[in-house]
């Protein structure tokens, strides 16, 4: 797939059609790029633009949210943060790095210089939790907990369940679809390294079973929370960034706090700041902000 970025040239000027970046070609071997950034507005350099720039910066955010509309990847999508830490937030998927970087430099060159002071930013990938269960696991659940023969056409059909659902959930990891729900919440996390509580020196068995528990917290919020995990180790400050998307605000409260209690979280769980956001498309973001 090309890139459908597009360059602005400058502030005022005519949207280009999209071309050729600088940027070498770099794919992940699976999954996407994913970027969240966060800015304040200068109110005061605002103020000062000449008539009629705010309607064309607006328009010129407006196509370049609509070259980057896929349901997947490439894909812009603008939220207003709520509660002072931020003016604006965006989120970008992106296949390549250089997508990614090209799309996060159209966002800034929408706006004059000055307008946008950066609040926070990162940078994750989509990737494969390593405690999914494997197609030699379902085999072995169907034996012992359900009672199948494996030679038996009813092991054979529930295999089949078992291993669609398990390849629709890795497609949903590596290229995730998010609802388009009015919330946004962005928290970043670490797994603790410290002393007795060092969840890197547990084995691959109980990690696992650790993060079985966690998951059965989350899928009680099915329908009210959708959740994307990325994975940030050697990439960013943290190792993994946590969006969930939401249509109310309880939702994620009560999410956070039950995940809280597993242990998991209680026990070797680190978190950084939470951004929440509401889904607003450019024209209602300009005027929700007065802009």
């Not at 502030?11 to 800015?39: C, E, Q, W």
């Not at 494996?150 to 609802?179: D, G, I, N």
């Not at 650790?210 to 050697?234: D, F, N």
Request: hydrophobic share 40%.
């Amino acid at each position: 797939m090309g890139l459908a970025h597009f360059t602005v040239p400058k502030p005022g000027a005519p949207v280009s059609n999209p071309g050729m970046t600088p940027f070498p070609t770099v794919k992940l071997d699976r999954g996407i790029h994913v970027m969240h950034l966060f800015y304040k507005l200068d109110r005061s350099r605002w103020a000062a633009l000449s008539a009629g720039e705010s309607g064309r910066i607006l328009t010129r955010l407006e196509a370049l949210c609509a070259a980057n509309a896929s349901t997947t990847h490439p894909r812009l999508v603008t939220y207003a943060n709520t509660g002072g830490k931020a003016d604006l937030a965006f989120m970008i998927y992106a296949a390549t790095l250089g997508e990614a970087a090209q799309i996060h430099r159209d966002v800034e060159a929408v706006f004059p210089p000055g307008i946008l002071q950066v609040v926070y930013s990162y940078l994750s990938v989509t990737e494969l939790s390593e405690y999914m269960t494997t197609d030699e696991e379902n085999r072995q659940r169907l034996v012992t907990q359900e009672n199948l023969e494996p030679e038996s056409e009813a092991f054979q059909t529930r295999l089949a369940e078992l291993t669609k659902l398990r390849q629709e959930y890795e497609q949903y990891r590596l290229y995730p679809e998010m609802p388009d729900w009015e919330i946004m919440c962005f928290y970043p996390m670490n797994k603790r390294r410290a002393g007795v509580d060092n969840w890197y020196v547990l084995d691959l068995a109980a990690r696992k079973k650790l993060m079985a528990g966690h998951a059965r917290v989350g899928r009680k919020y099915a329908g009210r929370i959708s959740q994307l995990i990325t994975g940030s180790t050697g990439i960013d400050d943290w190792e993994w960034g946590v969006t969930l998307m939401a249509h109310q605000l309880d939702a994620i409260k009560e999410i956070v706090y039950e995940m809280r209690f597993d242990e998991v979280s209680a026990r070797y769980g680190e978190f950084g700041v939470f951004y929440v956001n509401l889904r607003l498309a450019p024209a209602a973001l300009w005027q929700h902000l007065k802009l």
